[in-house]
């Protein structure tokens, strides 16, 4: 019985807003703010990719060559092993030509269908420094 007429005091003390002081003097001035939530400057340039909002990603191999075939291969980036790729993203390999990255397996490996094959590729992979001769 104690701890109703506690809780009840505590909720009578939350109710009475005579005690609750506000400053309006200050007004809150956003000028100064440059990035708004929302806005992103985002240099990096986009890798164009098969899968756009509202489609659904392909569960087969078939699927995944569907969406490469219908493909454009203009402002597709060249592969390299160092550019960090996603699920849907198109690159053109020198040797196999344009792909689709299908699975992205580890930060660092990714499986790419092909026209003609399926390959497991290496990704976001800083190359090894050459020794320099002295």
Known sequence: MAEDLEKEQM???FE????LEF?????LDFDDEEDLLGEEDDDEE?????LYKGIAKPKTEDDWRQLL????????PEYQIT????EGDLILHPQFGLGVVSKVVSPRKMEVVYDMSKK???M????????SAS
């Open 46 to 50: 986009l890798i164009p990719s098969v």
């Open 120 to 122: 497991l590729m290496a």
């Open 23 to 27: 400053d309006d003097s200050s007004d």
């Open 124 to 131: 976001n992979m800083t190359p090894p420094r050459e020794a």
């Open 16 to 19: 009475d807003e005579d005690n």
């Open 83 to 86: 550019d960090t790729y996603k």
């Open 11 to 13: 909720m009578d003390d």
């Open 69 to 76: 075939m219908e493909a454009s291969r203009e402002g597709v």
